[in-house]
């Protein structure tokens, strides 16, 4: 009782949180088999694995507790699931805000190139006598 105690009044990195995104995974484990392997360290809130063509192979695991969290994360980070290292971080909105931000970016230079006749290519410079300033 007294290392359950002393370990909740431990200080914990500003990263940590509730929520685990979890990468690697096999493309044919169940939300029973997730709920199997994450359970173990906690109570779990909810799972959210991914089904789309671009997501698949990752999931969303939220936990009650923030340090059954970061004892899952410390624990299956590079375990083996079915032939696969598990990749399990905490999730950090800001990191998926930033490649949201950068495609938003990306479209408004498309914009601008459009808009000034630019193609965004490098190309060579004309062919020509060689200009120097006067001195």
């Known amino acids: 009782m007294a290392a359950v ?10 990263e940590v949180n509730r929520v ?3 990468r690697n995974l096999p ?9 199997e392997l994450f359970g173990k360290y906690g109570a779990i809130r909810q799972i ?9 192979g990752s999931a969303y695991v939220v936990f009650e507790d923030i340090y ?6 410390e624990h299956l980070s590079g ?7 598990l990749i399990v971080i905490f999730y950090n909105p800001t990191r998926l805000k930033g490649k949201a931000n950068l495609k938003e970016q990306e479209e408004k230079l498309r914009a601008m190139q459009a808009a ?3 193609d965004g290519e490098q190309h060579a410079a004309p062919a020509g006598p060689a ?5």
């Open 116 to 118: 000034h006749g630019v």
């Open 20 to 22: 685990l995104y979890v």
């Open 27 to 35: 493309f044919s484990i169940t939300s029973e088999e997730m709920y």
């Open 5 to 14: 105690a002393a370990r909740r009044q431990a200080r914990l990195p500003p």
């Open 68 to 73: 059954d969290a970061k004892q899952a994360q």
């Open 79 to 85: 375990f083996n699931v079915q032939n696969r290292y």
């Open 48 to 56: 959210r694995i991914g089904n789309a063509k671009e997501t698949r």
């Open 131 to 135: 200009t120097r300033p006067a001195a």
